[in-house]
Antibody, heavy 122, light 106 residues
Framework: EVQLVESGGGLVQPGGSLRLSCAAS????????MSWVRQAPGKGLEWVSG????????YYADSVKGRFTISRDNSKNTLYLQMSSLRAEDTAVYYC???????????????WGQGTLVTVSS | SYELTQPPSVSVSPGQTASITCSGD??????ACWYQQKPGQSPVLVIY???KRPSGIPERFSGSNSGNTATLTIRGTQAMDEADYYC?????????FGGGTKLTVL
């Protein structure tokens, strides 16, 4: 059974940093691209960042480029999102999501974690 | 940057057909997929590659994509289908979501 479990969310002050983790199990982690998707309270889904299965290719939304860094440790089956220079508008539930296609990424997401809440406030 | 536009809300009577549209420039040249999200839950993929259903998704869900519009169709809509629906596509190395459509079954 595929499981994605996020952790690391919490309350952080504007300008601060936070690292999110997503522990994956139930599939060959290194074979699948992964993404982070966020959802501000009462709002829609917003893709944040994606990474290829090998970790060699990374992609970012313009809204976080230069502030967030996605990475993965395939030996630990774990996806990360390092967030810095956080702003109030980064407040959201952050989901990790698995690509539905091994090999050539489709950037469709067939499994999602339960999400972790990040609140940026003083 | 690429944009996908959805109607904010769609209403349907139980047992009838609901259609939710997603518009974007030359969207038909890309693959579109759809997610269902119920309150307090994570999104669920219901259609991928324009018209394919993941295992476990009921046959009443179908999709199409042509020109500038992708459409999610739910035939014989049930009360359990009431949810937010999001379209999504991949463009220029970024994932793009539509703004979401709240489907009300009444």
């Amino acid at each position: 059974e595929v499981q994605l479990v996020e952790s690391g969310g919490g309350l952080v002050q504007p300008g601060g940093s936070l690292r999110l983790s997503c522990a994956a199990s139930g599939f060959t982690f290194s074979s699948y691209a992964m993404s982070w998707v966020r959802q501000a309270p009462g709002k829609g889904l917003e893709w944040v960042s994606g990474i290829s299965g090998s970790g060699g290719s990374t992609y970012y939304a313009d809204s976080v480029k230069g502030r967030f860094t996605i990475s993965r440790d395939n030996s630990k089956n774990t996806l990360y999102l390092q967030m810095s220079s956080l702003r109030a508008e980064d407040t959201a539930v952050y989901y990790c999501a698995k690509d539905d296609s091994g090999g050539l990424s489709s950037w469709n997401f067939d499994y999602w974690g339960q999400g972790t809440l990040v609140t940026v406030s003083s | 940057s690429y944009e996908l536009t959805q109607p904010p809300s769609v209403s349907v009577s139980p047992g009838q057909t609901a259609s939710i549209t997603c518009s974007g420039d030359k969207l038909g040249d890309k693959y579109a997929c759809w997610y269902q999200q119920k309150p307090g839950q994570s999104p669920v993929l219901v259609i991928y590659q324009d018209s394919k259903r993941p295992s476990g998704i009921p046959e009443r869900f179908s999709g199409s994509n042509s020109g500038n519009t992708a459409t999610l169709t739910i035939r014989g809509t049930q009360a359990m289908d009431e949810a937010d629906y999001y379209c999504q596509a991949w463009d220029s190395n970024t994932v793009v979501f539509g703004g979401g459509t709240k489907l009300t079954v009444l």
